[in-house]
């Protein structure tokens, strides 16, 4: 794919003592979000702002902070962002991929700047995700802490080939950062569905893939020896292999196991629409068995290709 040329900064932040770290935020219309993300950035040497073209005033802000602004039509989640940590300069020893949405509280910015001043002898770094839907912080349903690899040496890491919820993979010794970063979900029910929806369908390729290209897992004690984020993928591919009305007992287990109801109406709410979600999954997975249908033909190309490549 021929890259396209950066966007310079206007008004761009002089060289500072700060963190040796370059920041990477993939942007599709987060103008509403990406001010205060960025205003809790102030201590990072670099941050480049990873659009999709957005419509809105995304692009205006990030330049208006002093950020540097690259640009790429999406693909897919994994190739996205691989493409993002090949072909931007990223000017520091240590990258942090965060989310518009998100944000570093002094904690963690403190605990970052520590390690890119030397003080490490990992790679790569999980961190925890404190998530906050209207003002509630998600403490259960499997909602805390969500570790994952978001801080890690230039060049040293990369993610998997997963066109969603891919997971990245680290070179070297991974280890964990006492401190949480905060996820703030103001988008909306509207978009919480559209985007969930766009997600599931994903999802349900990536299932079909796996579920026909061999068998999902060998056994469940596999799974439970598995590290962390490779074993809640490998549970997931147990239970669409194995498990009947999984949508339902997705429910119970994160709202009664994972003591969702303890979170009252936001705990309702958030295994409801886990649950809707995983539906919306294996109705996607039922249409692929049609080669014909809209999802199959969207990701023919997609499917054949991997499904070949794990035979």
């Not at 480049?48 to 902070?65: L, M």
């Not at 940590?85 to 990258?95: D, G, K, T, V, Y």
């Not at 010794?173 to 929806?197: S, W």
């Not at 009305?245 to 303890?262: A, E, T």
Request: charged share 25%; aromatic share 10%; net charge positive.
């Amino acid at each position: 794919m021929t890259r396209e040329s950066p966007i310079p900064a206007e008004n761009a932040r002089p060289r500072m003592q700060k963190a040796l770290v370059s920041v990477l935020i993939p942007t599709k219309n987060e103008a509403r979000n990406l001010p205060s993300t960025l205003e809790a950035l102030s201590w990072a040497d670099q941050i480049i702002v990873f659009d999709s073209h957005s419509s809105d005033d995304t692009v205006e802000i990030a330049k208006r902070y002093g950020c540097e602004v690259s640009q790429r039509v999406f693909d897919n989640f994994a190739d996205h962002k691989n493409w993002a940590l090949q072909n931007l300069e990223f000017r520091n020893p240590w990258i942090l991929i965060l989310d518009a949405d998100e944000k570093i509280p002094a904690a963690l910015a403190e605990e970052i700047s520590a390690i890119c001043l030397g003080a490490s002898s990992a790679d790569a770094y999980y961190v925890a995700r404190k998530i906050l839907v209207d003002g509630v912080w998600l403490k259960h349903a499997g909602k805390y802490p969500d570790y994952n690899i978001r801080l890690f040496r230039n060049g040293k890491a990369r993610y998997e080939r997963r066109i969603v919820h891919e997971h990245m993979i680290a070179d070297g010794r991974i280890g964990t950062l006492k401190n949480h970063l905060v996820h703030i979900d103001a988008k909306g029910t509207y978009r919480y569905i559209e985007r969930h929806n766009q997600y599931a369908e994903m999802e349900a390729v990536e299932a079909w893939i796996t579920l026909h290209s061999g068998p999902a897992v060998q056994s469940l004690g596999g799974v439970l020896r598995a590290r962390r984020n490779e074993r809640r993928r490998l549970l997931k591919n147990f239970a669409y292999q194995y498990l009947p009305f999984r949508p339902i007992l997705v429910f119970l287990y994160l709202y009664v196991f994972r003591l969702g109801f303890v979170m009252g109406q936001a705990g309702i709410k958030t295994c409801a629409l886990r649950m809707f979600y995983e539906y919306i999954v294996d109705l996607y997975l039922e249409e692929l068995k049609d080669p014909d249908s809209p999802v199959a033909v969207k990701y023919k190309g997609y499917i054949e290709e991997r499904c070949a490549s794990a035979r």
